[in-house]
């Protein structure tokens, strides 16, 4: 494999009006956005100075610059936005949920400038694809410092340096570890928790590897699946103890950080080993779903593990995640439910519904398997990018939702199920939203003094 670094400023002052400029200034306080679903991979966007709605006429565009295909979501750390994609060569994508495109290209990892779009450095290496929905890398980067961590479609696992796009180490996962890779292709978010960096590999007894973050040495492996499913790799702290949680093709697993001994195993198994949505937790209760009525709320007992099963999958009962990880509040679940498409509220307490709509989703009004939007909880409200492209304020309780506003901010590039589709999980950072779809990433301005 031949890696080419691109490093130099490309000027995009068409896409950068003068006048934004002290809005930008002011952002240097601002929160950064590191990591897939946030700096705590919870969904909770906590900047101030923030608007409360969006007006009719939209929010402010401060700029857009041209990328290629990909899922994956950008990430926002020290004034630097990171994106992966991947630009085909030849092949043709069908978007077969069966099968398999065969494709040439080139994986690249992109660094703007967060306040202008400016081009800073751009890294391509060559990629065969041999995937289903092959459009491009899934997992976002993982900014860590002066590094950032990025997982291809196909298991190419980079540490790249943030100022210069310097590749400081590389795996290829799926020929280390004599495996191949899942259908719809490698999607974990790498996890980085002190020294460590944690990430799905597949083969034999090793599902889940642990590397250090330095250097790429892998330190332990651990357990051995039918696949390894779709699913990030999570820290939280049970029974007073870190715990590694990770979901793959059959069941959920809590494993010592350090050592990669499993403290716990939970039967939990999606249909077509899709395991995606990360598993949430909330007080003593853990909730995970996935496709085909594949759900659990448990509680953790004083040791830190499950304990009573409160409830589990049914038909109309429960939220069934995939795309996008459900929000998990004290009176409520918020999330896309993939089997219906629509976006549903349930009570954590028994699973049972308060309520379900397409507004949120697909905007449509019939079933539409896969629907999608991103949720995201900031203050009192909540912020949800929608696979049409609709960015949405909302307030959501058990009693309903009330919309604060919409604004179309991407064209739905992608496709599923012959509808057009844009899937990938904004950026929330430096009072702005940061999204892309297959042709351009765009920053929108989200500061009350628009």
């Not at 590694?244 to 403290?263: F, I, M, R």
Request: proline share 6%; charged share 20%; net charge negative.
């Amino acid at each position: 494999m031949s890696f080419s670094n691109r490093c130099g400023w490309i000027l995009h002052g068409l896409f950068v009006p003068l006048l934004i400029l002290p809005t930008i200034a002011r952002q240097a306080l601002a929160d950064d956005w590191p990591q897939w679903m946030g700096p705590a991979r919870d969904g909770r966007y906590a900047e101030t100075g923030i608007v409360s709605s969006i007006p009719e006429d939209g929010l402010k565009v401060l700029w857009r610059v041209p990328v290629q295909h990909g899922y994956s979501g950008p990430a926002v750390a020290d004034g630097k936005v990171f994106v992966t994609d991947y630009v085909i060569e030849s092949g043709r994508v069908t978007n077969n949920p069966g099968g398999r495109d065969a494709l040439t290209g080139l994986e690249r990892v992109t660094c703007f400038d967060a306040a202008s779009g400016e081009q800073i450095w751009q890294l391509e290496y060559e990629r065969p694809y041999n995937l289903s929905y092959p459009s491009g890398p899934r997992a976002t980067p993982t900014v860590d410092g002066d590094r950032v961590y990025v997982l291809g479609a196909e298991g190419d696992l980079l540490c790249v340096g943030t100022q210069d796009g310097k590749v400081l180490w590389k795996k290829q996962l799926a020929e280390e570890f004599n495996t191949r890779s899942p259908i719809w292709g490698y999607s974990a978010h790498p996890l980085v928790h002190g020294d460590l960096l944690y990430t799905l590999a597949g083969g034999a007894d090793s599902t889940v590897i642990a590397l250090n973050k330095m250097t790429g040495a892998v330190l332990w492996t651990a357990l051995t699946a039918k696949d390894i499913g779709y699913c990030p790799p999570m820290i939280h702290v049970l029974g007073g103890r870190e715990r590694l949680l990770v979901w793959h093709s059959d069941s959920l697993n809590a494993l010592d950080p350090q050592t990669g001994e499993v403290d716990w195993t939970y039967p939990l198994v999606p249909r077509y080993e899709m395991s995606i949505a990360a598993p949430q937790r909330q007080g003593d209760r853990i909730f995970a779903s996935g496709i085909g009525e594949t759900a659990a709320m448990f509680t953790i007992n004083a040791d830190g593990k499950p304990d009573q099963t409160l409830w589990t999958g049914k038909p109309k009962l429960g939220l069934y995640s995939a795309n996008a990880t459900a929000i998990f509040e004290e009176d409520a679940i918020y999330g896309s439910d993939c089997g219906s498409g629509m976006f549903i509220a349930v009570n954590p307490d028994d699973g049972k519904r308060y309520w379900e709509t397409f507004e949120l989703t697909t905007g449509g009004d019939r079933r539409a398997g896969h629907g999608t939007a991103f949720v995201v909880k900031h203050e009192d409200k909540y912020i949800l990018f929608a696979e049409t492209g609709d960015l949405i304020f909302a307030n959501l309780s058990p009693s309903g939702f009330e919309e604060l506003g919409r604004m179309h901010v991407l064209e739905p590039t992608g496709e599923c199920f012959g509808r057009p589709v844009v899937w990938s999980h904004p950026a929330l950072a430096n009072r702005c939203l940061f999204a892309r779809n297959d042709k351009e990433l765009v920053c929108i301005s989200l500061a009350d003094s628009q």
